[in-house]
């Protein structure tokens, strides 16, 4: 039989009714039968998207009756009848929030082929479209009457979560991301293989958005423009800001969300210290700066109307040096992130301090992290910052060969793949000889994404050319991430063994 099929999927309309009868009639002889032709042409007139059917040369095969619910009622206890009236109609609120799943139903010569796996799927895809909260369903566990001696219902539905006993319903919602969220007593008293119970099934539909106004609504496709910064001597702080505006100016034109500078990316003011030799001393002059930069790069981020991140500057506090990027969001705000680890140049050199505060920022266009050079090849960073619904990191750095670019590129290429997330290197390229330890720069600015069928095949959203001064462009779906950590063909976040391991910030 399988040679002949020719399936399709399309909504029932009223002139199914016979057709639907008779299979209703066979599947659930048990249970009374088919529903009564009025009731089938009041959830068609009521909610007709929500009535399904798989049909094989004009044969319905299989069906899924659904009705609108409220959420916050029908996801606590209930039974069966709160979804019908007296007359046997069933009650559909064309306000509510969320799918209940009615009836899915196969033929029983067309079993084996996982067809009821189709309903569910454009069931959900229903629930996506018509931006609902969630699909719940009763669910029968009809095999339980042969082991109600042995098990309670709790027992019974532990049994078939772990495999140890098959249940051609409950087993059937456990496979197809349905999730059981509580026990229902007397949901159908007529059942008796199910001896009255029902698991309550829910599946989220992680897309939902509330009702909101369009000014409010969340950004969904973020542009970032990342800025593959040429080192070169200047003659003035004025002339190297001049220099930024052209970029951010550049960045914007192309409606970017997000402009990212490198780390250090003003060093070359290092070359008007008056003790260039004096390394201690220069990098103390180079910070001198900073508190300008960051007001200058904040207006500039208001005026260009895109969020900047400023690469990184050093940042004299209580006469101690530390090394620190802001986020100059476009609505004027500032942030901060110092970076935690310290290299062993900037701690010898410098005397450059790690900073001891991690956070993800909430912007505009998704929430951010930033993770500066060295920082990203420590996993835990990433991790704690995953733990915090992280969906974009920057990680603006400075690296003089290549082996120490490559560092970055790894590890960074890596917290994308476990932390399902997208990732920002930008870097510096060019030379500064005038300038001690920094005469020499490699870098190749990139994008990595997670490493699933969503995204390219090599997970590189965009690269730049090595050593080549250039803006580099990349849009990034923040639904897709939603996408991965949910039903991606591995979950790293999910799947973490809690009750073997964390990490916990000190």
Not at 44 to 58: S, T
Not at 225 to 240: D, K, Y
Not at 252 to 271: Q, V
Request: charged share 25%; proline share 4%.
């Amino acid at each position: 039989m399988l040679e002949d099929l020719h399936l399709k999927i399309r909504n029932i309309t009223i002139e199914d009714y016979p057709q639907l009868k008779a299979l209703m009639d066979q599947v659930y002889a048990d249970l009374g039968g088919s529903w009564p032709f009025h009731t089938i042409e009041k959830l068609i007139k009521d909610f007709p998207e929500g009535q399904i059917c798989l049909i094989d040369h004009e044969q319905i095969v299989g069906v899924a009756l659904s009705v609108q619910v409220d959420y916050q009622r029908f996801s606590n206890p209930h039974t069966y009848d709160d979804l019908i009236d007296q007359k046997e109609n069933i009650i559909n609120n064309a306000n509510g929030d969320t799918i209940y799943g009615l009836d899915v139903l196969i033929s029983p010569n067309y079993r084996g082929y996982r067809l009821g796996r189709r309903l569910y799927e454009a069931r959900k895809e229903l629930c996506r479209q018509r931006n609902l909260r969630a699909i719940l369903a009763g669910g029968r566990i009809p095999n339980y009457y042969a082991h109600s001696d042995q098990m309670s219902p709790v027992e019974y539905l532990d049994a078939v979560r772990e495999r140890k006993l098959y249940d051609p319903i409950l087993t059937f919602q456990l496979s197809n991301d349905f999730q059981v969220t509580r026990l229902l007593r007397k949901y159908l008293p007529e059942d008796e293989k199910s001896q009255g119970y029902a698991t309550l099934l829910e599946w989220k539909n992680i897309f939902f958005e509330p009702e909101t106004t369009v000014i409010e609504s969340r950004k969904t496709l973020v542009r970032a423009g990342a800025i593959q910064w040429q080192m070169r001597e200047v003659n003035s702080v004025e002339e190297l800001l001049t220099q930024v505006e052209y970029f951010v100016d550049a960045v914007s034109d192309y409606k970017s969300d997000f402009a990212i500078f490198p780390e250090f990316f003003n060093a070359p003011l290092m070359g008007l210290s008056p003790n260039q030799k004096n390394q201690t001393e220069a990098i103390r002059f180079l910070a001198s700066f900073t508190e300008r930069f960051k007001t200058e790069m904040s207006k500039l981020a208001v005026g260009y109307n895109i969020n900047v991140i400023t690469g990184s500057m050093p940042l004299l506090e209580n006469e101690i040096i530390y090394n620190v990027s802001y986020l100059c969001r476009r609505d004027g705000t500032i942030e901060e992130q110092r970076k935690i680890h310290i290299t062993p140049h900037e701690r010898k050199d410098w005397i450059i301090e790690g900073g001891n505060e991690l956070k993800v920022f909430n912007t505009d266009a998704g929430r951010v992290g930033i993770l500066i050079c060295y920082d990203v090849e420590f996993p835990e960073l990433g991790r704690l910052l995953a733990d915090q619904d992280m969906d974009i990191l920057f990680v603006p750095f400075w690296t003089d060969t290549k082996n120490g670019y490559l560092r970055v590129r790894h590890c960074a290429q890596a917290r994308a793949i476990e932390n399902e997330c997208y990732v920002v290197i930008c870097g510096s390229c060019g030379n500064l000889p005038q300038v001690e330890n920094l005469d020499i720069q490699y870098a190749q600015s990139a994008v990595f994404s997670p490493s699933d069928f969503a995204y390219p095949h090599d997970a590189v959203m965009a690269e730049t050319t090595p050593n080549t001064e250039m803006i580099m462009f990349s849009d990034l779906d923040l639904d897709k991430l939603k996408l991965t950590r949910s039903e991606g063909s591995v979950n790293n976040l999910k799947d973490r063994r809690s009750d073997l391991y964390s990490i916990v910030y000190a």
